[in-house]
């Protein structure tokens, strides 16, 4: 059983910077793919990026290719999303979620989920 805890979203104006941050349960953290998804109010959730366990590999949407970087710190059992460039489009729930093995897009494949976070970008 993995509980996920998410803070650190907030409201930002267009262009600003806000850094997310999941604080995850367990001792077999370093077993677990990591993503982040987020859900804009109408639509429906969508993938962000995923980490594998070790860290050493990582997949973006191409919506934050080059904006958003994601990172792990297995020690304490953390996974932080920075988001840089912020855009109107950005505003949505984020969400962190985990699951054994390898990282996937689909977010049905992930086994546990924190409660959310607010992100709201400002034009």
């Known amino acids: 059983q993995v509980q996920l805890v998410e803070s650190g979203g907030g409201l930002v104006q267009a262009g600003g910077s806000l850094r997310l941050s999941c604080a995850a349960s367990?001792?077999?953290?370093?077993?677990?793919?990591m993503g982040w998804f987020r859900q804009a109010p109408g639509k429906e959730r969508e993938f962000v990026v995923a980490?594998?366990?070790?860290?050493?590999?990582?997949y973006y949407a191409d919506s934050v290719k080059g904006r958003f970087t994601i990172s792990r710190d297995n020690a304490k059992n953390t996974v932080t999303l920075q988001m840089n460039s912020l855009k109107p489009e950005d505003t949505a729930v984020y969400y962190c979620?985990?699951?054994?093995?390898?990282?996937?897009?689909?977010?049905?494949?992930?086994?546990?989920w924190g409660q959310g976070t607010q992100v709201t970008v400002s034009s």
């Open positions: 980490i594998s366990g070790g860290g050493g590999s990582t």
């Open positions: 367990g001792r077999t953290f370093s077993s677990y793919a």
């Open positions: 979620a985990a699951k054994m093995g390898a990282y996937l897009t689909l977010a049905r494949r992930y086994d546990y």
